[in-house]
C-alpha cells in the first residue's frame, strides 16, 4: 500500500482529525488573546506588574510542555482541558510582551495632541494607543498561534483530540504513513495559520507604515 492509497482510504478520518485540531488552536488562541492583551495594557499603565506578570509567564515557558500536561493531569484530568489550559499559559507571553511593548512606544507627541483635543484616558487607549500598537500586538498573536498548531499535537499524549493522535498512533504501531498523515497535515496547518495571521497583520498597519523604505526615499528625492 503506499502513502496515496492510504489518505485515499482514511481521508475521513484525517478530516475529522484536522478540524479538531483546528477547533482546539483557535478556541485557545482566542482564550490567550481574551488574557493576554488586557494583561498587556495593565502592565503598560502599571509598571510595578511588569516584573511579576512576565517573570511568571517565563517561568512557564521555560517548564517543558510535556511536564506540564503531566502536572496539570492530577487536576484537570485527561482530554481537551488539560491541553487548552496548555496552550494558552504558553500563547500567553508573546501576547503580554507585545502588547506592552506596542503601547510603550507609541509617539508622546501623539498622546499629548488626544490629551489637548479633550480626549479621556479610555479614548485615548481604545481609538488612539490599541490602533497604533496593533500590528506589534498582532505580531505576538501570530507568534503564539503558530506554536499552537505544533503544542496540540502533544495533547494527544493525554486523551485530546487533534492531528496528534494519529502521530501518536502511528508511533505506537511503527505505521509510518499513520504518523505521515497527522505530521504533514499538521505542517500545512501551520503555514495557513501563518500566511492567516500575516495577512491580519498587514490589514492592521497603518497606511503609512506599510509604504516600502525604497518608495519613501524615492519620493523625498522628488520633492527635494
Request: glycine share 8%; proline share 5%.
Amino acid at each position: 500500500m503506499y502513502f496515496v492509497d492510504y489518505i485515499a482510504q482514511n481521508g475521513m478520518a484525517i478530516l475529522l482529525r484536522t478540524l479538531e485540531h483546528m477547533q482546539l488552536t483557535l478556541f485557545s488562541i482566542i482564550l490567550a488573546v481574551i488574557i493576554g492583551v488586557p494583561l498587556g495594557i495593565l502592565i503598560s499603565y502599571l509598571s510595578g506588574l511588569q516584573k511579576p506578570v512576565l517573570g511568571c509567564a517565563n517561568v512557564v515557558q521555560a517548564v517543558p510542555s510535556i511536564a506540564l500536561l503531566g502536572f496539570l493531569v492530577p487536576f484537570l484530568g485527561i482530554g481537551e482541558k488539560p491541553a487548552v489550559f496548555m496552550v494558552v499559559v504558553y500563547s500567553l507571553l508573546p501576547i503580554i510582551k507585545n502588547t506592552a511593548i506596542g503601547l510603550a512606544h507609541i509617539n508622546p507627541q501623539t498622546i499629548e495632541a488626544a490629551k489637548g483635543i479633550g480626549m479621556t484616558r479610555f479614548q485615548i487607549l481604545t481609538k488612539v494607543k490599541l490602533p497604533l500598537a496593533l500590528p506589534v500586538i498582532m505580531a505576538g498573536i501570530r507568534i503564539s498561534a503558530v506554536t499552537s498548531v505544533g503544542l496540540v499535537t502533544l495533547a494527544a499524549f493525554i486523551g485530546a483530540a487533534g492531528l496528534g493522535y494519529l502521530i501518536y498512533s502511528g508511533i505506537r504501531t511503527v505505521n509510518t504513513y499513520q504518523i505521515l498523515s497527522g505530521a504533514i497535515p499538521a505542517c500545512l496547518l501551520a503555514l495557513v495559520v501563518d500566511f492567516a495571521a500575516a495577512l491580519v497583520e498587514k490589514a492592521v498597519t497603518p497606511i503609512c507604515y506599510r509604504e516600502p523604505v525604497k518608495a519613501k526615499k524615492a519620493r523625498r528625492v522628488r520633492s527635494s
